[in-house]
């Protein structure tokens, strides 16, 4: 059974740090390359950051570069987002995303929510 279980959400102050993490259970995590989306009160989901399979390799949006930093673990098949400087137009639902790095297969975890506030 495939599952992606996001954790690390929470209420935090502007200015402040958040980690997440994303474990992922059920497929051949490094066949994977993995992201981070987020989606806030409009319609779209916005990509935050990708990694690569093995790490050599990562993208960001432009509206957290320098502040976020993903990684991962494939011995613990788990990816996580480090948030730094986080901003009140940071607060959405954080989502996990697996995507086969040849056959069309996409697995989304449930999310996770991320509230910037005073």
């Known amino acids: 059974q495939v599952q992606l279980v996001e954790s690390g959400g929470g209420l935090v102050q502007p200015g402040g740090s958040l980690r997440l993490s994303c474990a992922a259970s059920g497929f051949t995590f490094s066949s994977y390359t993995m992201s981070w989306y987020r989606q806030g009160p409009g319609p779209e989901r916005e990509l935050v950051a990708v990694i690569t399979r093995f790490g050599g390799s990562t993208n960001y949006a432009d509206s957290v570069k320098g502040r976020f930093t993903i990684s991962r673990d494939n011995a613990k098949n788990t990816v996580y987002l480090q948030m730094n400087s986080l901003k009140p137009e940071d607060t959405a639902v954080y989502y996990c995303?697996?995507?086969?790095?040849?056959?069309?297969?996409?697995?989304w975890g449930q999310g996770t929510q991320v509230t910037v506030s005073s």
């Open positions: 995303n697996a995507k086969h790095y040849y056959d069309p297969i996409n697995y």
